[in-house]
């Protein structure tokens, strides 16, 4: 009995279908693939490369993003 034979490899990725929606499984795929590209990028860059980037992403982050108004 193997635990991962391609057909029940296959049910499982049905079930997931049905679960989330084709929709939203798209939305994963593209965070994943993003999210390993950024890490190959980082492993890629020297080591000085890394803290100036971070810092760079961190204030372009906190300032893209608008602040609410405190209701009075």
Same mark, same amino acid.
């Given at each position: 009995m193997d635990?991962?034979?391609?057909?029940?490899?296959?049910?499982?990725?049905?079930?997931?279908?049905?679960?989330?929606?084709?929709?939203?499984?798209?939305?994963?795929?593209?965070?994943?693939?993003?999210?390993?590209?950024?890490?190959k990028?980082?492993?890629?860059?020297p080591?000085? +490369?890394?803290? +100036?980037?971070?810092s760079a992403?961190?204030? +372009?982050a906190?300032?893209?993003?608008?602040?609410?108004?405190?209701?009075?």
């Open positions: 635990i991962f034979a391609p057909t029940h490899l296959l049910i499982l990725l049905l079930i997931v279908l049905v679960i989330f929606g084709p929709s939203k499984l798209g939305d994963v795929g593209g965070a994943l693939g993003r999210a390993i590209r950024d890490f990028q980082a492993m890629n860059e080591d000085g +490369a890394k803290s +100036a980037t971070a992403n961190q204030t +372009a906190s300032t893209s993003e608008p602040k609410a108004d405190k209701p009075a």
